[in-house]
């Protein structure tokens, strides 16, 4: 089986910087992807790491250490809009399923 | 926005009724998927299907089925809807395996009374 462990809530202010952990058990690896969902919407693609090290798409970044089976999301620059729940999703390298996490439910204040 | 359309976008049914949800695409992807949604457990994937007619369960299909006779739709059937089934269902497209990125409908939600 698999399992991906992320964080349930975090709260940060407008402007800051974030991180939002993702590690992941499975019997094979392909890559690890993150999603955006804003409230009765629906999820929207973020970023993909397949190999280590760091992807970078404006204020957003996404990590991936293989190694250590774990991986985060960074937004910069926080802004209201950003409130939302963020989810790690892996595939595996046996089969064609994408799996996801629980969601980390973000809160940007003021 | 990818052409992905789920059907019907709400409905309510009765305990015990049959239900089919369908998710049509018109691009033409060859990976599909059906996840349900609810509080506390994030994405849980029902089914997916690699191809036409190739099908495989995922996590939580006890008490679901799934047909692809057509690239373009992907039906999730409840055989016989249990309260428990009450949730926001999401069809997701991707083009390939390596999955870099999946297309999402808008979803359904499904009250079963």
């Known amino acids: 089986g698999q399992s991906l462990e992320q964080p349930s809530e975090v709260t940060a202010v407008e402007g800051a910087i974030v991180q939002i952990n993702c590690t992941y058990q499975?019997?094979?690896?392909?890559?690890l992807s993150w999603y955006q969902q804003h409230d009765g919407g629906a999820p929207t693609f973020l970023s993909y790491?397949?190999?280590?090290g760091l992807e970078e798409t404006g204020r957003f970044s996404s990590f991936l250490s293989r190694s250590d089976s774990y991986g985060y999301l960074l937004l910069q620059e926080l802004q209201m809009k950003d409130s939302a729940s963020y989810f790690c999703a892996v595939r595996v390298e046996s089969g064609y399923a994408l799996n996801f996490g629980k969601g980390t439910s973000l809160l940007v204040t003021p | 926005d990818a052409g992905i359309t789920q059907s019907p976008r709400h409905k309510v049914t009765e305990t015990g009724t049959p239900v089919t949800l369908r998710c049509h695409q018109t691009e033409n992807h060859r990976y599909m998927y059906w996840y349900r949604q609810d509080p506390g457990h994030g994405l849980r994937l029902i089914h997916y299907?690699?191809?036409?007619?190739?099908?495989d369960k995922g996590e939580v299909s006890d008490g679901y089925s799934v047909s692809r006779s057509k690239t373009e739709d992907f039906l999730l059937t409840l055989e016989s809807a249990t309260s428990s089934q009450t949730s926001v269902y999401f069809c997701?497209?991707?083009?390939?395996?390596?999955?870099?990125?999946?297309?999402f409908g808008q979803g359904t939600r499904l009250t079963v009374v």
């Open positions: 997701a497209i991707s083009l390939d395996r390596a999955n870099t990125e999946a297309f």
């Open positions: 299907s690699y191809g036409v007619k190739d099908t």
């Open positions: 790491n397949a190999l280590d």
């Open positions: 499975t019997s094979g690896f392909y890559g």
